[in-house]
């Protein structure tokens, strides 16, 4: 998931297994998914097919699958296929999958056969690195989204970017992260800005996964920096361990916005979808951008509720369904157009 | 002149009309259901509705407008789970609101939420029945009958089926949802070519509830859509007792897209006749004609081959 395999490498550093970071996604990546995934499944599930092959390929011999039953969207059913398909493959290997009702089991017991030292300690060590380094790379983001859209030379805010998370992999215990925490802060305030410009502001918006993955997203957040628009993004791996640990209140509160339009949550990120157009509209946001995989089943639903959302708050939305297919050309094409229309908006 | 309360012909329908029916018109109201799928349906659905859901849940915008300027309601209940510890489809769960906020002009929208894992179908039902009448005993009643209707009528249909069938030949199995398989427009009119290609159908219907719903191996006991499982388990339940099998999916369906994939490997695995049927608003009969004929041939020739 984009800058957060940071993150995920702190966690499993030291629980003490040896980590082989893997490369990002390539076109290699998604045309063996494709290849081997049902033809039209949402795609996520044919990108991590491709992922999945790749780290087999590498000498992988355990699996993790965050996610099993629950829930009324495929998601929560991956797995079951997953191992299906990557089975009639002949490959040998163990898949962990993380249900609602073995999550305690799975950390203590499995988790703690990594590495030599299987102390409980070791555990609550790992998962504050984990918690640090997602808190700093949700930061990182945000401080890199605001540099975007403000500096001087174009590429400055992306080459710091690389800089801040190498230095954050380095560090190894807590008290580390927090001292690099404010050093990368001081790098970012030392890039030239023109803080008299008024950029326009767009809010992302859709399913976590597309939103959070630069290559399947086709990096849409670095082309609106490019545009010199100030992009907004209220998802971070982050933002995902508090929803998981359930002390996300804002969360609920953007439900609650979304109810008279959409009454129940039929899943994933429909009514944080919803909740958020109209938090956006509310504060003053120039528009939404709404990305989300080709056919998924929730997103469809808030796609089909949002053209009326944003006739009566008055914010235009662009959506982008996202498959193997989809090319970057269009892509900017249609973002130069819709940043075209902001602006004349903007003006009058 | 009775209240009349609309029900479009989609989805669910299929499933639970009879009790619908029934029950309303214990209570006093007149029902009427929607057109059957016609072009003019499709073409209405087509233009509303968002580009990449799948077909039956386009066609809902449709048979929507039909019924639009003809009734006082419009049933569209918003059906969580039939079944306890099951869901359904998203799309279904959110279907009302589709509706409500792609169409104007529409009368008051009947959102009933049915969810086993909440409340009884006879609460749920009992709350709907209160918005019309103020008498507790009607509403029972209404219930009990139409209970008693919706089994009566699986019957029917079981036996409709059953008596076109003769006792040789080719007896092939047609699964997937029900939308699929009953509405004529949409699929071709899928059984009755069938018929007229001499094969004795079988489907979904004449299977026990008691066997659609057990959790037959480690696979269908995570499969938590409902009428997944009752595809994946009936699959298993023909398998050794039909000559072939025919799935009926619509493009972009989330929940076939795997449940079908797993029945496409394991009918590959016991080498086992199977032709996944995809359709959608494009989809023409003539192409379903020729996949049919050629699966047909198929499994005649396997047949003279054993002989």
Redo the contacts between chains.
């Keep these: 998931m984009g800058n957060n395999w940071v993150a995920f490498k702190g966690l499993l550093e030291t629980l003490g297994a040896q980590v082989i970071v893997p490369p990002r996604i390539t076109k290699r990546t998604i045309d063996l998914g494709v290849k081997y995934s049902?033809?039209?499944?949402?795609f996520p599930f044919k990108v991590n097919i491709g992922n999945f092959i790749e780290a087999l390929e590498a000498g992988a011999d355990t699996l993790v699958m965050v996610g099993?039953?629950?829930?009324?969207?495929?998601f929560?059913?991956?797995n079951?296929?997953q191992k299906?398909?990557l089975d009639?493959l002949g490959y040998k290997f163990d898949m962990i999958v993380f249900r609602d009702d073995n999550f305690w089991e799975i950390l203590f017991k499995k988790f703690r056969k990594i590495g030599e030292d299987s102390s409980i300690s070791k555990i609550i060590k790992a998962f504050r690195v984990l918690w640090w380094k997602a808190k700093v790379i949700s930061e990182i983001e945000d401080l890199v989204r605001f540099n975007r859209a403000y500096e001087k030379r174009i590429g400055e805010a992306d080459r710091v970017l690389e800089k801040a998370l190498m230095m954050l992999d380095e560090q190894k215990k807590v008290k580390e992260i927090k001292e690099v925490r404010s050093e990368i802060k001081n790098l970012f305030k030392h890039i030239p800005k023109d803080l008299k410009k008024k950029p326009l502001r767009i809010g992302i918006i859709g399913e976590v996964y597309v939103r959070s993955e630069p290559y399947v997203n086709l990096d849409i957040e670095k082309e609106l920096g490019k545009m010199g628009v100030l992009v907004d993004q209220k998802m971070s791996v982050y933002k995902w361990l508090k929803v998981i640990l359930r002390i996300d209140l804002e969360r609920a509160w953007t439900a609650r916005r979304a109810r008279p339009?959409?009454?129940?949550n039929?899943?994933?990120e429909?009514q944080q979808s919803i909740g958020h157009t109209i938090k956006y509209a509310k504060a003053g946001t120039d528009g939404v951008i709404m990305l989300y995989p080709?056919?998924c089943?929730?997103e469809?639903?808030a796609?089909?509720?949002l053209?009326?959302?944003s006739r009566r708050y008055k914010i235009p939305i662009l959506t982008f369904?996202l498959d193997e297919q989809t090319g970057k050309t269009g892509m900017i094409t249609r973002l130069e157009a819709f940043v075209d229309l902001l602006n004349r908006k903007r003006r009058r | 002149m009775a209240t009349k309360i609309g029900i479009p012909r989609v989805l669910l329908y299929y499933k639970f009309f009879s009790f619908w029916k029934v029950f309303f018109e214990e209570l006093r109201l007149e029902v009427v259901p929607s057109d059957e799928t016609n072009r003019e349906i499709l073409k209405d659905s087509v233009n509303i509705?968002?580009d990449?859901?799948c077909v039956p849940v386009k066609l809902i915008y449709g048979h929507t407008l039909n019924l639009r300027d003809k009734v006082d309601f419009l049933f569209i209940p918003?059906v969580?789970s039939t079944e306890k510890r099951f869901?359904?489809?998203?799309?279904l769960?959110?279907l009302?609101?589709?509706v409500k906020?792609?169409i104007d002009h529409l009368p008051t929208i009947i959102?009933t939420?049915i969810d086993y894992n909440r409340e009884s179908l006879y609460k749920s039902m009992f709350k709907l029945g209160l918005r019309f009448t103020k008498n507790p005993f009607k509403i029972n009643r209404a219930f009990e009958q139409a209970k008693r209707s919706s089994e009566n009528h699986k019957g029917m249909e079981k036996t409709k089926l059953l008596n076109n069938n003769q006792q040789e030949g080719i007896k092939i199995a047609v699964l997937g949802h029900p939308y699929n398989i009953y509405d004529r427009f949409i699929n071709g009119d899928l059984l009755q070519r069938l018929k007229r290609l001499n094969i004795n159908v079988v489907t979904m219907d004449m299977v026990s509830k008691k066997i659609l719903n057990r959790s037959i191996d480690s696979?269908s006991r995570?499969?938590?859509?409902n009428y997944e499982r009752e595809i994946y388990n009936s699959f298993y339940y023909f398998i050794k007792k039909v000559d072939g099998v025919i799935n009926v999916i619509s493009?972009?369906?989330?929940?076939d897209?795997?449940?079908?994939?797993?029945l496409l490997?394991d009918a590959k695995r016991y080498e086992f006749p199977f032709l996944q049927l995809?359709i959608d608003e494009h989809t023409s009969e003539t192409g379903i004609v020729t996949r049919l004929e050629a699966f047909v041939d198929m499994i005649k020739r396997k047949h003279k081959q054993r002989k």
């Design positions: 049902p033809e039209f499944v949402c099993g039953t629950g829930g009324t969207c495929r929560g059913f991956y079951i296929v299906r398909i009639d339009y959409l009454k129940v039929a899943g994933a429909d080709f056919s089943m929730p469809n639903i796609r089909g509720i053209p009326n959302v369904s | 509705s968002v990449e859901v918003r969580i869901t359904n489809c998203p799309k769960l959110g009302p609101d589709m906020e792609s959102d939420t696979i995570w499969i938590y859509w493009f972009s369906c989330g929940p897209s795997l449940v079908g994939e797993l490997r995809v």
